[in-house]
């Protein structure tokens, strides 16, 4: 099966900084999600991002599906950005989602 | 939409009980699935499911059973807790096209303690 590698496992920045999150794949995917699990425990759905680039508010990814990686990118960043940040994704014909290990990101005030 | 839905939230169990993780969507998906997080592993996939009745063992399934009579509920069973069943336990569902490319989406999550 995939591998999913994170990088970094750690950040901490201080707020108004911005940000990019690295998940590269051992081979190519299907789907690709960006998920934000914050100081409660729930995990949010921020992005499914298979191909090319998308945009949320201060929030937004790239996938390079043929260089198998995908960067989260987080600009202004705030005390409420804080948590882990997990990448995900399937391969084949698989519904399996295999999760990397995550970024834990801090922001200061 | 409810989404999916977990009960109970928090669970405190002794070696050697058995219990039953609920799990429940209202979106008429089709793929359902257990992870389990601890500490510095990310979510680990337990088993899945591709609809009613069919159901498959993911990366670590041991020591947990499951069932699919719905297509909105997929309990986890697990029939001797062990201390290392301690963990967080995510459900999620996607619709299941045969190809992998739906997102998924996850459930609150139950925190399980076993003493």
């Known amino acids: 099966g995939i591998q999913v590698e994170q990088s970094p496992p750690d950040l901490i920045l201080q707020e108004g900084a911005n940000s990019t999150l690295r998940c590269n794949f051992s081979d190519s995917v299907n789907n690709l999600q960006w998920f934000h699990q914050n100081p409660w425990g729930q995990l949010i759905n921020l992005f499914y991002?298979?191909?090319g680039t998308k945009q949320n508010g201060r929030l937004s990814a790239t996938t390079v599906a043929t260089e198998r990686y995908s960067l989260l990118y987080i600009s202004s960043s705030q005390t409420t950005d804080s948590g882990v940040y997990f990448c995900a994704g399937t391969q084949g014909g698989s519904e399996k989602l295999v999760f990397g290990k995550g970024t834990k990101l801090t922001v200061n005030p | 939409n409810a989404g999916v839905t977990q009960t109970p939230k928090f669970q405190v169990l002794k070696t050697g009980q058995s219990m039953t993780l609920q799990c429940a969507q209202d979106m008429n998906h089709e793929y359902m699935s257990w992870y389990r997080q601890d500490p510095g592993m990310g979510l680990r996939l337990i088993h899945y499911?591709?609809?009613?009745?069919?159901?498959d063992q993911g990366e670590v399934p041991n020591g947990y059973n499951v069932s699919r009579s719905t297509t909105e509920d997929f309990p986890l069973r697990l029939l001797s807790a062990a201390p290392s069943q301690t963990s967080v336990y995510f459900c999620?569902?996607?619709?299941?096209?045969?190809?992998?490319?739906?997102?998924?989406?996850f459930g609150p999550g139950t925190r399980l303690t076993v003493l």
């Open positions: 999620a569902s996607s619709p299941a096209d045969g190809q992998g490319k739906n997102e998924q989406f």
């Open positions: 499911s591709v609809g009613a009745g069919i159901t």
């Open positions: 991002i298979p191909s």
